[in-house]
């Protein structure tokens, strides 16, 4: 759906008691799947931080408060290429829930976890976001800065 075209993102950064929320996408990535921070694609006439927050609740059942702007990152591979922008967000409520993805009649979230480094660290490392390959600890993280 999205191979051949430019797509815009925005993902949300959600740290809790030290763990990273993060979502599993099926039959995406050299594994098979791909752990990733919740986010989507940005609508023609969609502001960023409404994207975000309607993304979060469609796909974690959260209402969020999107705080700063923290990175970029562009990802291209043989089928995609996607500008993504980083956000920290804070809970503000809501029930924490796998949600779905509306765009797509096969559903490819299959899991949402709050997860800590160490768990992150056992993952394959091409399973899991590879923004999340550049730091060492969560809150590195949110000091991100920069185009990647």
């Known amino acids: 759906m999205y191979q051949g075209k430019v797509r815009v993102r925005v993902c949300g950064i959600l740290i809790q008691s030290d763990r990273l929320l993060l979502l599993k996408h099926e039959g995406i990535g050299e594994d098979g799947f791909l752990w990733s921070p919740p986010g989507g694609g940005v609508e023609f006439g969609e502001r960023a931080e409404t994207t975000l927050k309607r993304e979060f609740l469609e796909e974690t059942g959260l209402r969020v408060d999107v705080r700063k702007f923290l990175f970029t990152n562009e990802h291209i591979d043989h089928r ?59 809150k590195e993280l949110i000091e991100l800065k920069g185009y990647y």
């Open 80 to 138: 995609h290429h996607a500008i993504e922008l980083f956000f920290e967000v804070v809970r503000e409520g809501g029930e924490l829930k796998l949600g779905s993805d509306p765009e797509l009649e096969e559903q490819i979230l299959t899991d949402l976890r709050f997860l800590s480094m160490p768990d992150i660290r056992r993952l394959p490392a091409t399973s899991v976001h590879c923004m999340l390959s550049r730091i060492r600890d969560l």
